[in-house]
């Protein structure tokens, strides 16, 4: 079973590339995985480990219920 660790990371501009232009919280298998992510820019911190998919895509104050498996958002 594939479980998920939230990080909060730095988005680039959409339009421009500008990157620390947004933070986020995007759950994923680990931060190498993000680095496949549309926009990604790095990860600040890693707030949570060890959570399953239903778990990863609930939402609260320090998760956005976002969750990228390397290839897409779940």
């Known amino acids: 079973m594939t ?5 909060e990371v ?4 959409p339009e421009t590339g500008t990157t620390g232009w947004d933070i986020e919280f995007i759950s994923a298998p680990s ?3 993000l680095e496949t992510m549309p926009h990604f ?9 060890n959570q399953t998919l239903e778990s ?8 956005s219920g ?4 390397g290839e897409k958002f779940l």
Do not use: G, H
């Not at 820019?41 to 480990?49: A, M, P, R, S």
């Open 3 to 7: 479980t998920y660790n939230t990080y």
């Open 66 to 69: 976002k969750v990228w498996d």
């Open 10 to 13: 730095y988005l680039c501009d």
């Open 56 to 63: 990863a895509k609930e939402p609260s104050q320090y998760c």
């Open 41 to 49: 820019d790095c990860v600040i911190l890693k707030q949570w480990t």
């Open 31 to 33: 931060a190498k995985a």
